[in-house]
């Protein structure tokens, strides 16, 4: 039985890696008459060209994982195959396999809903068993398989062990720990499943960590939803990265408030950068989407993180139920006074299958009725100003995240005494222009300072975006600097005799 698993990235992500697909490989890896491959692609590929190779391979099953960001094209890919090999059996699966519309259903011959390892070994035993005259799939199984939850994951075949995965062919990497999510957050996909945190072994955790080390794989994105959730667990955990994979950058989300010095000292012995979920610092809005947030422990532990010159970012949502854009900006401010290395900025999403989408008329949310599912309009975001925030995060996120501007920019509107979101609410507007992302930087602040009649100060700001803009590679700590602002350096005629000799 030839087996064709499909997975389609996002062009620009650094994680090309089919990791979902290996794991359903590694499910039948004990069903002998099972040749499984894995095709992957991007949504920037040629849809024929896809086509055309699915079907060289002459499969039997093909299985497509479905996500937002290839729906439409692995929908137009199944489409074709149906009409081209009538008789090949098509397998969809992934977060947007439940919610796949009557007419699309119909493509496929078999839908696999949640985790799929279980559901998916069951299918292939079961049509193996079919092809031998022994059973009717239809009937045994019928045509939605709920996969459910996996109540042991610890004992699922890891991809990388069983050799699936090579990780000396991906300098970037997935790395899933645990499942599941203690959170019910609204917005999330997570919210849908079943409660509570279910853990792989920490003995295969080792056996990964170290291939990862010997085959010198760059970077780990790790899939748990909360990382830290369980403190001992992500002590040890910490422990273990630290000794067997010291050359490895991870990318870990975590909560904040649930981080103490402990775990903020262990986070300080590996080379990783965290991504923290804030979404609103508005009690009444995180309400509405079943969420909360100490602010005095997240301020304090995120200072923390400061400390110990630990990398960190943000989340943000604009069109949150219950937001306006006076109180996105409002959030926004308040994420960037605490320094965060990156800040990432998304339109409110409303998912199949989530609790907002159940909420959504009664709260008055209108969205796009396909992926990505993004909101339209609500009571307090008019469709002129969604417009206008997603201007907003393109410039801000051109200007600080890719101009890696965190070194420099609270100095900036310190020395201003502006906020943040004015900033980006005047450059929402201006194209990118010059030769690079520095020089229209440049040109920026220069137009700032005279629009706040600073020009005095010009010449110093200037002098102080090159010298970072050099030294990004360099990796210097730019809370060095901010110290010295804090110490009394209020004025940028001032600073440049600190900046000059740098």
């Known amino acids: 039985m030839r087996i064709i698993l499909v997975s389609i990235n996002i062009p620009e992500s650094r994680w090309q890696v089919p990791y979902a697909a290996a794991r359903l490989k590694a499910s039948v890896e004990d069903i002998p008459a099972a040749e499984v491959s894995l095709l992957t692609g991007t949504t920037a590929d040629s849809g024929d060209a896809l086509l055309k190779k ?44 439940g919610f796949l519309s009557p007419r699309e259903q119909e493509v ?98 080792a056996l990964e960590l170290d291939l990862f080390q010997n085959a010198g794989v760059e970077h780990l994105f790790v899939l748990d939803p909360t990382f830290n959730f369980d403190r001992p667990r992500a002590t040890d955990m910490l422990k273990l990265m630290a000794e067997r994979a010291p050359d490895v950058h991870f990318v870990i989300e975590v909560r904040a408030e649930l981080l103490n010095e402990e775990t903020v000292e262990l986070l300080s012995r590996i080379n990783c ?41 943000f989340d943000l949502i604009y069109g949150l139920p219950g937001d306006s854009p006076e109180g996105f900006y409002e959030s926004f401010d308040g994420a960037m006074v605490l320094l965060p290395n990156h800040l990432d900025i998304f339109p409110l999403s409303i998912l199949p299958g989530t609790d907002l989408f159940d909420r959504a008329g009664e709260l008055g949310l209108k969205a796009m009725q396909e992926n990505p599912y993004t909101i339209v309009s ?19 996120d051109a200007f600080y995240n890719q101009g890696k501007a965190v070194q420099w920019f609270n100095l900036i509107t310190e020395y201003l005494e502006i906020l943040p979101s004015e900033v980006f609410r005047r450059f929402s507007s201006y194209e990118i222009s010059g030769d690079s992302l520095l020089e229209w930087q440049l040109s920026l602040i220069s137009r700032l300072f005279a629009d706040y009649g600073k020009d005095s100060g010009t010449p110093a700001a200037l002098d102080m975006i090159r010298f970072f803009g050099g030294a990004n590679t360099l990796h210097y700590n730019s809370r060095d600097l901010i110290g010295h602002l804090e110490d009394g350096i209020t004025d940028f005629d001032e600073l440049s005799h600190f900046v000059a000799p740098l």
């Open 54 to 97: 699915i079907i060289s391979q002459s499969p039997d099953v093909v299985g497509f994982s479905l996500y937002v960001w290839n729906h439409s094209v692995l929908m137009q890919t199944a489409r074709e195959l149906r009409k081209t090999l009538p008789n090949v059996q098509l397998i969809a699966g992934g977060p947007e396999a």
């Open 108 to 205: 496929f011959n078999w839908v696999i809903t949640g985790e799929g390892e279980v559901a998916f070994a069951s299918l292939i035993s079961a049509l193996q068993t079919e092809s031998e005259g022994t059973t009717d799939t239809d009937t045994a199984l019928g045509k939605v398989i709920a996969g459910g939850a996996v109540p042991s994951p610890d004992k699922l075949v890891s991809p990388y062990v069983s050799g699936i995965l090579k990780p000396s062919e991906y300098s970037d990497l997935l790395w899933e720990l645990s499942r599941g999510c203690p959170y019910n957050c609204a917005f999330c996909y997570e919210s849908r499943g079943e409660k509570g945190v279910r853990f792989f072994s920490a003995e295969t955790a």
């Open 273 to 313: 950068s965290l991504q923290i979920g804030i979404q609103s610092v508005h009690p009444e809005v995180l309400k509405l989407i079943n969420r909360s947030m100490n602010a005095r422990r997240f301020i304090e532990n995120v200072e923390l993180l400061n400390e110990y010159g630990i990398i960190f970012g």
């Open 378 to 396: 609500s009571p307090g975001f008019s469709e002129e100003e969604m417009a206008a925030l997603g201007d907003f995060t393109a410039a801000f």
